[in-house]
């Protein structure tokens, strides 16, 4: 087994918390905001939603919020994925679980006009249980991968939210891919715009070397600006890329006799093998999705249109993915095909304006490695 020494402080793709979760400043202010208001018996003034392409972190916020949490005097957190709520009553049995009211009698529960004998009688109603839990204490409920939340169960929980929130300390905060969206506004149509939204992309430069540096000062471990900056460069600003940079790079010096205390370029440059190939297979596993969706065409297609752009709009979207499409370009296929990149994070837009950008970086590359582009020869489908 891999001793702490040798794994170093860097997590990569196991969901935990980073040793430094750098760039997310303003979430974490907010999230503080909103906890206070909870330690202090107060309503927070809505719910959070952390949404983005997988890879960004969102599962570290939404471990450091409960870790913060966690921490306030008083306050309760739970939480829970999807899979482990699939109806309505397993989620009210989540909340008011046998455990948890142990203390007040092991047969029958009544607190607050709630009567429940726990594997016998149905649970009350969500709203009543998840009331009886914010009068007993503050509480937040973190629902990570909840793009994937059931229509039944996220009706009740949002309506819920909504009717506990406005008088009683209770925080919702979800997390999940940009599908999140579309998701919410099937089961409730008004809580997409009512919560505070954030949106959670890459890192700019200086917070990917910050997420890089600050761990390995706190294990006595210096870096070289110009690996630095090569790190900086290949991570391309994507938090799991840089994790691996910080295993790699890591697993390069305490390999060698003297373990050193240093990065340097040429440390870099012998871990490069490596990111690679942890990237590498990352990249095959988005491109088996498109694969397995009939979508690599539209891909390369839409990779084509990036190729001298960081950004592009609506029009230029759907005209690339009509291209990509060929003959089997329908009225319907063009927006099936651009809800199915958005669901795979191949792109995304990002609230600030109507502008779509790649979900992961590179990863455009590698489709255009493996799929042959597009025939736009005369008489082939526009």
Known sequence: M???????????????????????????????????????GRPPPREIVFYGPRGNGKTALLAWLAKETAASPGVDVIRLVPAAIRTETRLVERLLSTSWWQHLTPNEIS????????????????????????????????????HTLGEEVGCALLNASQQVGRELPFLLVLAGTPEL???????????????????????????????????????????????MTHIVRESQGYPYFVQIWGEAVWRQIRGSDAQRQRIERADAARAQAAFDREKNGYYLERYDELMDRGLLPV???????????SLLNDEELETAIAR????????????????????????WRPETEPMWEAGIPNLMNYVQQYVPAPDTSPGSAP
């Open 2 to 40: 891999a001793t702490r020494d040798e794994l170093g402080p860097f997590q990569a793709g196991d969901g935990g918390l980073p040793p430094y979760l750098a760039g997310r400043e303003h979430e974490q202010d907010l999230c503080r905001a909103f906890v206070s208001r909870l330690r202090l």
């Open 111 to 146: 607190v607050y006009g709630i009567k429940w004998r726990p594997g016998n009688d149905r649970p009350p109603p969500l709203d009543e249980a998840l009331a009886a839990r914010a009068r007993k204490g503050p509480l937040a409920l973190l629902l990570d991968e909840a």
């Open 181 to 227: 969206r579309s998701r919410l506004g099937a089961v409730n149509a008004t809580f997409w715009n009512r919560a505070e939204r954030c949106p959670v992309g890459r890192l700019d430069p200086e917070a990917s070397a910050a997420a890089l540096r600050r761990p390995l000062e706190d294990e006595h471990v210096g870096i070289d600006e110009d690996a």
């Open 299 to 309: 891909a390369r297609a839409v990779a084509d249109a990036f190729e001298e752009r």
């Open 324 to 347: 990509g499409l060929g003959e089997a370009l329908r009225p319907d296929t063009v927006t099936a095909a651009r809800t199915a990149l958005g669901r795979l994070g191949y792109v």
